[in-house]
């Protein structure tokens, strides 16, 4: 931490202990907490996690913790962009008083037992939500939302806030939480953001570090699919199979224009899905509209996955 300048106006704890004691504070002082987990490389989507957390608590606090836990053996975890002191600084740009704490912990603390990227081999004590844990995201990446539910709980147990915030952008995971909660009976409200999206639709993500500048512009195909799809919906089309096939149309275009660049990467889809906006079961007819729908994907641009998503016909508040 000696290399770190803290920006005046925002605590940085490190230990479980110290985070704890000033949390207690605040409770002494009848003020009231929101809470904002990240895995650091902050952006916008973030900042405004936290903006929407001190509209409604009188201090905020975010843990900055890339979680080894959520990372398969052949995943991206040693190259996940760490950047501490830009953090900061972008909490500062905020204002003074609008993030109050920072917590970044250590992955000792975090797992007392230890941490191995291979399931098989750990130790310890972990969470799973069943039923909403296998599909989507959960496909390609198996133990994935084992590894978020575990380290949520965790930080819930720590931080003990009244309301926490999560961006739409990851919406399954938004689901997982939010039945976590509940089934583990958090006295915490959860609330979920709109995803932030740059100029041109782009959703803001950490790993949008990664494209180069051609990349990023193809990238746009994820929200172009989405938008096609939204639009034919509420033209009447609740159809879905036929909105899939229109969505999945628009990014083998992107594929094969790509492919006539002849420049050494790809465009590759890994998966588009209509899902029950009540339990995210899949949807291959007629889209029910009491319950709405979570249109979602993951397409490779080059060698970095992006996701994205669209709810129709959803309250996100409830």
């Known amino acids: 931490m000696s290399a770190i300048k803290v920006p005046s106006g925002i605590k940085v704890f490190n230990k479980i202990a110290d985070f704890r004691q000033w949390r207690r504070s605040l409770l002494l002082d009848r003020k009231t907490l929101g809470y904002v987990p990240t895995m650091g490389a902050l952006h916008q989507g973030h900042l405004a996690l936290v903006s929407a957390a001190k509209k409604r608590c009188d201090h905020v606090a975010l843990s900055i913790f890339v979680n080894p836990a959520q990372f398969a053996p052949t995943e991206d975890l040693a190259t996940y962009p760490r950047t501490l002191q830009n953090d900061l600084n972008q909490l500062s740009g905020l204002g003074e008083g609008v993030a109050s704490a920072v917590f970044v912990p250590q992955i000792e603390e975090m797992y007392p037992s230890g941490i191995d990227l291979d399931v098989s081999k750990q130790k310890g004590t972990f969470v799973e939500v069943l039923g909403l844990s296998k599909q989507l995201e959960g496909v390609t990446r198996p133990n994935f939302f084992r590894g978020v539910s575990t380290v949520v709980s965790k930080f819930l147990n ?161």
């Open 158 to 318: 720590i931080v003990q806030p009244e309301d926490v915030f999560f961006g739409q952008k990851d919406i399954q995971q938004c689901f997982v939480i939010r039945n976590m909660i509940r089934d583990l009976h958090f006295p915490i409200n959860m609330h979920i953001c709109p995803t932030v999206r740059d100029e041109h639709g782009l959703a803001l993500s950490s790993r949008n570090a990664y494209l180069t500048a051609t990349q990023k512009k193809y990238a746009l195909v994820l929200s172009h699919s989405l938008r096609h799809m939204e639009a034919l919906y509420k033209a009447g089309n609740k159809n879905a199979t036929q909105l899939l096939q229109a969505g999945i149309q628009l990014i083998e275009n992107a594929a094969k224009e790509v492919d006539t660049l002849n420049e050494d990467w790809k465009i590759r889809l890994d998966y588009v899905s209509i899902n029950s906006g009540k339990d995210l079961s899949e949807i291959k007819g007629e889209i029910p509209k009491e319950d709405g729908c979570v249109i979602s994907m993951a397409v490779f641009v080059g060698k970095t996955r992006l996701i994205d998503n669209l709810c129709l016909d959803i309250d996100l508040e409830h």
